[in-house]
């Protein structure tokens, strides 16, 4: 059965109670409102996987408010239009707006209902995706590590790195543009209880040797004078 939330926004119940139907035995959690303001309400209270929004609300282009807020929210987020305005110009302002369907009144309720269902099955496919590769390997900015290999590259360069070497930079990518103490990479990294100043800044000068385009002037890996280190993917 299936577990996702979706929001329907319709002035008129007649349509809201079709989509009801049509989406009902799905098992999809079928969330309701009528206007921008209930709308708001609601989603500063819940999270949902797709959106069906009438263009035309109180007023008529409430709908395309509604898509803004959902946007700025969440880039991503499936939102379909609902519209009795079937012009060319209508329909493209709807997708420019940021919808991904765009579907004119009146509407085959099972189309609605298997376009609502690939929808969601291809938002799933893509979220399963991304985290089986944030399992494999982490990537930020021009530095990829892999995790099963554990192999690091630059620029889809191999760096070859000890062992510590890939655990001290498994730790700063995965806390990249935060500030360290030595204490706490130690305890980070290490964690055998002895904290050792000189061996944190032996392996810091170890990897800007490998990682760094130029050691005296560097960019990723930056000393944070008084307090720690801090990698920097961008660089500066």
Do not use: C
């Amino acid at each position: 059965m299936r577990k996702e939330k979706i929001l329907v926004v319709d002035d008129d119940p007649a349509i809201r109670r079709l989509i009801w139907k049509s989406l009902q035995s799905t098992g999809i959690l079928i969330y309701q409102s009528d206007s921008v303001e209930r709308t708001v309400d609601i989603l500063s209270r819940i999270e949902f996987d797709l959106f069906l929004l009438d263009v035309s609300l109180e007023h008529e282009n409430d709908g395309y408010h509604l898509a803004q807020i959902i946007r700025e929210q969440d880039p991503i987020v499936p939102i379909f239009f609902l519209s009795g305005k079937k012009s060319e110009e209508e329909i493209i302002a709807g997708l420019e707006v940021g919808a991904d369907y765009y579907l004119t009144k009146p509407f085959s309720p099972n189309i609605l209902k298997t376009q609502v269902i690939t929808t969601l099955d291809r938002g799933k496919l893509i979220r399963d995706q991304t985290r089986k590769n944030s399992d494999k390997e982490i990537v930020k900015s021009n530095f990829r590590l892999d995790k099963l290999r554990y192999q690091f590259f630059k620029n889809e360069k191999l760096i070859k790195l000890s062992s510590k070497e890939i655990k001290l930079m498994q730790f700063f990518m995965e806390n990249s543009d935060q500030v360290f103490s030595k204490e706490q990479i130690y305890s980070k990294v290490w964690d055998d209880g002895k904290f050792d100043a000189n061996t944190i800044m032996v392996f810091i000068n170890h990897l800007r040797n490998k990682i760094e385009d130029d050691t005296k002037n560097v960019r990723y890996l930056k000393t944070v004078w008084g307090i720690g280190y801090t990698f920097i993917p961008e660089g500066e």
